[in-house]
């Protein structure tokens, strides 16, 4: 296991809701990253937080927003919820630099119904 | 912006043959290259990487990966392949200029058949 834990593991939520996802990073792990992951493709990057401000996003709408907290852990926020969010979402986190490979927690599968 | 492709959706191989996935990738400037295998379910568990210096990457259970900068490849192998690998394997890439995405392929099944 990688240290890294996300919350909770299943969720199920209405279109047009709005969801908040967790995950606590490996220790001694300062940048935290979002990834969704669609069924049957790779991940795909959403955004990473590094020492509490945003400092790289991808091609995600910004209904897509997080947070860092000062121990390094982290929250990923979708309002208004479209049936294509469905995914697993996963949170990765690293030491910061561009060689440093990221760790992974088991993801966070959304269902929107 | 960086990309990879992993041109076959599913690698079948007999075990204890020796296992290949390919990988090429495109990126500005210098590479940092990942493979990582995903089991149904879970997360993504980090295999191997290349940063720089000898082109041939040695990682966890057995796994090696061959970096070509010329074809622009970085792919995976295993010497004898166990049932045990049968997974999603997924390479990435990373570039040198401080951007922070990790750009993944769609992904290689891999089918180790007994």
């Known amino acids: 296991e990688t240290g890294v834990t996300q919350s909770p593991t299943h969720l199920i939520k209405t279109r047009g809701q709005q969801v908040t996802l967790r995950c606590s990073s490996q220790?001694?792990?300062?940048?935290v990253s979002w990834y969704q992951q669609a069924l049957g493709q790779g991940p795909q990057f959403i955004f990473q937080y590094y020492r509490e401000e945003e400092n790289g996003r991808g091609n995600f709408p910004p209904r897509f927003s997080g947070l860092q907290f000062p121990n390094y852990s982290s929250e990923l926020n979708v309002n208004a919820l479209e049936l294509d969010d469905s995914a697993l979402y996963l949170c990765?986190?690293?030491?910061?630099?561009?060689?440093?490979?990221?760790?992974f927690g088991q993801g966070t599968r959304l269902t929107v119904v | 912006a960086q990309s990879v492709a992993q041109p076959e959706d599913q690698v079948n191989v007999a075990e204890g043959n020796p296992l290949t996935v390919k990988c090429t990738y495109s990126v500005s400037g210098n590479p940092y290259l990942f493979w990582y295998v995903q089991y149904p379910n879970r997360g993504l568990q980090f295999l191997l990487k290349y940063i720089t210096g000898d082109n041939l990457v040695k990682g966890s259970y057995g796994f090696e990966a061959e970096f070509n900068k010329s074809q622009t490849s970085f792919h995976l192998k295993k010497p004898s392949a166990l049932v045990s690998d049968s997974a999603l394997y997924f390479c990435a890439v990373r570039d040198s200029y401080g951007n922070n995405r990790l750009a993944f392929g769609k992904g290689n099944q891999v089918v180790v058949i007994p």
């Open positions: 220790s001694g792990h300062n940048t």
């Open positions: 990765a986190s690293r030491r910061p630099g561009p060689e440093t490979e990221a760790f």
